[in-house]
């Protein structure tokens, strides 16, 4: 069996030099037993107490590379005392120091079978090769791997010598390289973002926080008679917002044996947003003589509060939408009459298509003009998203998220504020973990 740890990945070849290492500091006498195995030295040792005399002592055959040290990402150790090779303390000590953070290798002790106490292997790619084989296919792909890392040694001059590498050096620069690319695709998502939309980037701590920006200073900004609304009016509007449901037909549970097909919509989100507008104006309280259709149509938008008493249509996936333990419940029947709170489109829907008996009990309404910036803001999102997306540019999926949080930005939950005496700094401090 080879023992020259050269034939070892890189990092191992690194993390021998470090167990070694930490070893001689205990007065632990560490000798490197077993390294890279070829596929006739592993296939002559799976025939070992099956074709051949003696025990047998391993489960892995050569032919398919089922041991990690044909991967060269293992060794077997020893203790360098006659008569005291495989001495279970010496393994166990060996053991601590080898899983420890100055080390970091895995270790075959640990596993329920078979035990093997004297081997080592980086535990980065699991107890098995078969995340190697998943990922490399072939071990002459995973060696390119590595083969290229030595390259790179060679190349930042972090090699000391055949077998050892300054890993500091090699971290340092890579760190640099990671924050080097960071800052230029930053740059790049910068400019990008300032010609498209005149925003700078560098002003906001996240996605959402630019997304909002985008709609203030495109489409809620340049109209004056739009209006933000909060207290009581807030709370009110707030109960017209649902939500998406994930539900079966009828709600019931169903068990199919045959194929499912599933359906993926482009950017849904978006597309509904392409059919939003805002209203200029305020609110106006709705009398009680305009709380009727009539009056209502004529309004650019408006939000009731209605009761239904019946509903005269049915369908798989009803519109209804009934809370039921503080969950909106999307429901096709009702016992007795429900109150819920509608906007002037979701109200049209359940006349047209669940046939409702209602009566009006409150709300508001908008008589100001409708405007149509926010579908061309939203357009125009998409299609630089679009324009990135056929550069194969990853500019495109942040292009995505910004219209998913344009989405969510318009339907915030209004943020509520409470003041709170807290005694003592230990219960500040306790107070501030649970919550924060």
Partial sequence: MARNINQLHPWMQYKIYLLKKECKKQGLQLGIGECFRSVKEQEDLYAKGRSTPGKIVTNARGKSFSSQHQWGIAVDIFQNI?????????????????????????WGGDWKSPVDTPHFYLGKWGSTPSLLKKKYGSF????????????NIDKIGARIDERYFDMFKYAEFYCKQDVRILRESFNVFRQGFKSDFNIDVVNFISISSLANEVFNHNVYYPNKNLFKVGGHVRHFLSKAVYGGRCMCAYNKKWYVEANICDYDAVSLYPSAMARLWTVEGRPNVISDSHLNLEFLSKQAAYIVEIKITAVHKHYPFPLIVQK???????????????????????????????QIEFEFIKGYYWDGERDTRIQDEIKKIFQKRVEYKRQKNPLQQLYKLIMNSCYGKTI?????????????????EKYIRKNY
Avoid at 143 to 151: G, I, R, S, V
Avoid at 331 to 352: A, G, K, Q, S
């Fill in 324 to 354: 039921i333990n503080g969950l909106n419940v999307n429901c096709d029947e009702i016992t007795e009459p429900i109150t819920i709170v509608v906007d002037n489109i979701m109200l049209e829907d359940l006349i047209n298509f669940q």
């Fill in 140 to 151: 002459s792909e995973f060696q390119k791997e590595y083969e290229q890392f030595e390259k």
């Fill in 412 to 428: 915030e939950k209004p943020v509520e504020k409470d003041i709170k005496y807290i005694r003592g700094f230990e219960d500040k």
């Fill in 82 to 106: 006659r008569g005291k090779e495989y001495e279970d303390a010496f393994m166990k000590k060996v053991a601590k120091i080898a899983k420890s953070k100055k080390v970091g290798l895995s």
